[in-house]
């Protein structure tokens, strides 16, 4: 079964400032990657994915995540954060488990908070 | 098109009892999975359900169960409710199954135990 590290718990950041969410997972044949955003008493939202091709994705809201395979990493970027990006970010890996069926395994979370 | 449904968006429950909690998935999305999310464990998978057949599940008791209807609507239940039991239980509903397919999310249900 897949694993999923975020290596941060929480990223205190400037508004204005760039910011970095780590995520790295357990290696496998193929991967399908994924970052999800959860807003306060909120579901979550999909932000980017990596299913194949280039390995520099662009998502919603300025995010941009690189898929890296030798180091089994997918880590989330913004040039400029913003107050309104103040938020929890999940990455997240599918994996098959049988039966024509795929689970999606998530990291832990980062709490990401973005300081006036 | 309407989000995924969850109702409801809150309830208080006795230890001992059960709770029913429904999803209303994206139209035309077969595929419905449930999610427990906690502060300690954070997301975990409960089980996924596809055409009205559960097609994977998570590691859970067999105290939580789940069903889906021929509308694709899902329900979870959760008997002899404990305090452990308490959390934010998200449905996420997929067009198909595959492992490329993004799930969407609903804004979940917060369970307390007490």
């Known amino acids: 079964a897949q694993s999923v590290t975020q290596l941060d718990s929480q990223v205190p950041v400037f508004e204005e400032a760039p910011v970095e969410l780590r995520c790295n997972y357990s290696s496998s044949v193929s991967v399908y990657l994924f970052w999800y955003v959860q807003y306060p008493n909120q579901g979550l939202q999909l932000l980017l994915k990596?299913?194949?091709?280039?390995?520099l994705v662009k998502g919603i809201n300025g995010f941009e995540a690189e898929f890296n395979k030798s180091q089994t990493s997918f880590h989330l970027r913004k040039p400029s954060v913003h107050i309104s990006d103040t938020a929890e970010y999940f990455c997240a890996v599918t994996s098959y488990s049988g039966a024509g069926s795929y689970q999606l395994t998530f990291g832990k979370g980062t709490k990401l908070s973005v300081i006036p | 098109k309407a989000g995924v449904t969850q109702t409801p968006r809150y309830l208080i429950k006795t230890r001992g009892q059960q709770v029913t909690l429904s999803c209303s998935p994206i139209?035309?999305?077969?595929?419905v999975s449930w999610y427990q999310q906690t502060p300690g464990q954070g997301l975990q998978f409960l089980f996924e359900?596809?055409?009205?057949?559960?097609?994977n599940k998570g590691n859970f008791p067999g105290r939580f169960s789940g069903r889906q209807f021929s509308n694709s609507r899902s329900e979870m239940n959760v008997s002899t409710l404990e305090l452990g039991d308490s959390a934010l239980y998200l449905c996420?509903?997929?067009?198909?199954?595959?492992?490329?397919?993004?799930?969407?999310f609903g804004q979940g249900t917060r369970l307390t135990v007490v």
């Open positions: 139209s035309g999305h077969r595929s």
């Open positions: 996420a509903s997929s067009p198909s199954l595959g492992g490329n397919t993004e799930a969407f």
């Open positions: 359900y596809f055409s009205e057949t559960q097609r």
């Open positions: 990596y299913l194949s091709g280039s390995t």
